[in-house]
């Protein structure tokens, strides 16, 4: 039987996951939307054309009149807790969007609840279901080109048109390090297969960033495996852009790792090339996926539920990249080099 799905937050990211991720996945169903707001709820309503049967503007209200397994929480970060703690008590299962949660406490809280509940919890990463991350993750972990050193990692947009006072990203909290960085540093732990254990971060932002809060950065993250990621990071560089993962370059004894992906335009972006000392860049065949991107997540996470085998970025695994979003932020206040206390 289909994983039943009540998907929480109908905003603009929830109503893509409703055209773009959710139908392509065949072993979810889902039965109900969920929005607070009525206009929003109404809006997703009649874009998706669904009946007012399956459409709600609490998790209670939805949970009196259809059954389900599990919720997904595409509601913006500050709702990430409750709405999953509400489910978790409710019995079901979650997947939540990034980043997890807005402390590191409050994380833990979820991950206990889960644990108690022994629901499943997962947090939606999706950068890591695209088959060039993954293709770099298992050359770089297989040796293929011998044992990993420096990685350079960066990531271009401008995307600082509009004018102020027109546009809410502008005004996020953290836009560049929660907003966008999370994902990056997701991927750093997952293609090296270590935790990071400190990190420097020099908000780098030009005169004409529009932003509120840091739009740019510069950092430096050391990894308990020795290996060091200079990371730049820009939603106001004027340079030619870049991928939403960035472009990498992974030092190897014998050569260098390459890759980017997530171009926006299905897996035409994703791309591998190694390039031998001496030699001529050559591009790696990529993995075929059954599901790539929010599909991907969304079909671990019900594999995870069939089998109650905890999943790849499950909200325990999730806790490193959070501590390393966090460690950023504080390093950019305080000036220092920062630790990542992840919990234990
Ligand atoms: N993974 C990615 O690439 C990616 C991209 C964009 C957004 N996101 C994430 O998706 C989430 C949502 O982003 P968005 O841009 O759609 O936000 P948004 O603010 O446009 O929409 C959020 C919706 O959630 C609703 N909501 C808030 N609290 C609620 C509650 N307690 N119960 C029911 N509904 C509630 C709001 O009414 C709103 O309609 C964020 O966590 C964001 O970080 C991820």
Redesign the pocket.
Known sequence: MALRLIH?????????WEVNAIPRVTEVERVAI????EP??KLAQEKLDLPDKLCF???DDALAHVEADAVLV???????V??SLAALDAGLHVLC???FAPTMDAALQVVTAAEQRRRILMV????RFFPAVRKAADLVQSKALGPSGPVAVDFRRYANTAAVGTN?HYLLHHPLL??MAI?HFDMMRMVLGQEAREIYCKITDPAWSRFTEEASVAATVSFEGGATVSYRGSWVSTGPQTP?AGEWRIDCEDGQIAFTSRNGQGLSGDQVTTQEIGGDPTNVKLPKLPYTG?AGALATFAAAVATGKEPESSGRANLGSLALMYAAARSAASGEVEQVNIPG
Not at 34 to 37: E, N, S
């Open positions: 929480i937050g109908m905003g603009g990211w929830g109503r893509d969920v929005d607070a707001d929003t709820l503007t609490s998790l595409t509601v913006p970060i500050e709702g990430h409750p709405v969007e990034k980043p939606s990463q999706n950068y809410k929660y907003d994902h939403w929010r």
